[in-house]
């Protein structure tokens, strides 16, 4: 059977070392698939006009293609090469729910992310996407400094 890790990229460095740690891991493992995920950040609570509204999908897959092109697939095709098992994705949504959904939906063990901060007031009100993430996601979180 193979394992499966979701390593959760945001597009700065640390996501460069989630994907170190979780090379590791899978080397270690053995037989191990990695799926890399991008969670272009949304929220319900974002009101627009009726304007806006008719151009959201447009927007939404222009993101996604921007998404998959400049981060996923770059770490798909090094991994590939690298001799691991990969695949991308790049959904909307809250971070910390969007990337459990992905773990949980492709029934992977363990979601590997970066450590990045948000800024203070954001991070205050809301908290970090990725101390959400910790405390909410149904398999285990490993953090990379």
Known sequence: MTTKIVIGLDGTESGE???????????????????????????????QTPEENAKRHMRREEEIELATTRVVAPAVDALKAAGFAATGVVRHGDVAE??????VDSKAVQIVVGRSSADGLKKRIFGSSTQNLVMHADVPVTVVN
């Open 17 to 47: 070392r989630a994907i170190a740690f979780a090379k590791d891991l899978a080397e270690r493992i053995g037989s191990c698939e990695l799926l890399v995920a991008y969670v272009i950040e949304w929220s319900p609570y974002t009101f």
């Open 98 to 103: 969007t990337l459990n959904a992905i773990t």
